[in-house]
């Protein structure tokens, strides 16, 4: 069974930086590309990052890029988000996601980003 | 950017009843078409790829269709377990881009 579970969310003062984390079983992790999706609260899905799977590509939302850095560590089945600057907007659950078509999702990370 | 739109963003609905939900993208994106399912507190699910592929375990009570930029959502038969938001979403193009939620009650 496919299993994502992301980590490292909390509460951050404007300016400052975060690391999450998702950990990934069940499936062969360094075959298939990974997304970051966030939601802020009660709001729709907007797209971060994605990965290819051997970290050959990286894209980035607009809104993020240059402040995040999407990596991926294969022998380790982990996913990381490096987030630095940042701002109120970027408040939301963070969600990873497995394949080209998000076909497996974890149960979130909240990002709180507040003075 | 592709610019997915959905319609309605809300509904009420009674069990048994037939439900369409619409989305309409900003440019042609072929049959690369996907649908969520989003129950509150919890992770999308994916419903649908490709259009109209049904994932493995959904109800075949939901059914997709369309191509280009216009696709429709139905479900033959609403149970209440449907009860959740449900999203389009684009894998056409970078970035992918969602469409911004249809919340779907039971009356």
């Known amino acids: 069974e496919v299993h994502l579970v992301e980590s490292g969310g909390g509460l951050v003062q404007p300016g400052g930086s975060l690391r999450l984390s998702c950990a990934a079983s069940?499936?062969?992790?360094?075959?298939?590309?990974m997304h970051w999706v966030r939601q802020a609260p009660g709001k729709g899905l907007v797209w971060v990052s994605h990965?290819?799977?051997?970290?050959?590509?990286?894209t980035y939302a607009d809104s993020v890029r240059g402040r995040f850095t999407i990596s991926r560590d294969n022998a380790k089945n982990t996913l990381y988000l490096q987030m630095n600057s940042l701002r109120a907007e970027d408040t939301a659950v963070y969600y990873c996601a497995r394949n080209w078509v998000p076909d497996s999702w974890g149960q979130g990370t909240l990002v709180t980003v507040s003075s | 950017d592709i610019q997915m739109t959905q319609s309605p963003s809300s509904l009420a609905a009674s069990v048994g009843d037939r439900v369409t939900i619409t989305c309409r993208a900003s440019?042609?994106?072929?049959?690369?078409l996907n649908w969520y399912q989003q129950k509150p507190g919890k992770a999308p699910k994916l419903l649908m790829s490709a259009a109209s592929t049904l994932q493995s375990g959904v109800p075949s009570r939901f059914r997709g269709s369309g191509s280009e930029t216009d696709f429709t959502l139905t479900i033959s038969s609403l149970q209440p377990e449907d009860c959740a938001t449900y999203f389009c979403?684009?894998?056409?193009?970078?970035?992918?881009?969602f469409g911004q939620g249809t919340k779907l009650e039971i009356k």
């Open positions: 069940g499936f062969t992790f360094s075959m298939f590309w």
């Open positions: 440019q042609s994106i072929s049959t690369y």
């Open positions: 990965i290819s799977s051997d970290e050959s590509d990286t």
């Open positions: 979403q684009q894998s056409y193009s970078t970035p992918p881009t």
